[in-house]
């Protein structure tokens, strides 16, 4: 999803070692700091989400995510920085789901809560940590 030209450039520039950040659409409001990190452990992709996802912030995790199932064998969703997930989130971890490649790993209470509540925890390969989603 492309990035309005007034964003701010430099948060789509941070870059740390090995690990790439992507920023989260824009809301307007300038106190939300919705990140995409990636990085590579083990021969694994790793997404970290950070914030909130639906409709109008999921792009840049949803690229995210498609590049990783193009580019590594072994995709682990870290969802422990998700303060809030809604359906638009349930449906692009389903679909990423379906490649045969994602693990969620350490889902925070929120997503855990909704993949309980939708049943969708019995059909991911949800894991404590980003060590044992590597590790399956």
Known sequence: MPWSEDETVASALLTAPSRKLVPGQSTGDASRQDLV?????????????CGDYDMNS????????????????????DASRVTFADSTFLNLVILIHQTGKLRVAAPSERVRRLCTITGVDGVLQIRETVDDAVAS
């Open 58 to 77: 999921i792009g840049p995790l949803a690229d995210a995510l498609k590049t990783a199932t193009e580019t590594h064998p072994k995709v682990i969703l």
């Open 37 to 49: 990190i990636q990085y590579e452990c083990c021969g694994a992709q790793v997404v970290e989400a």
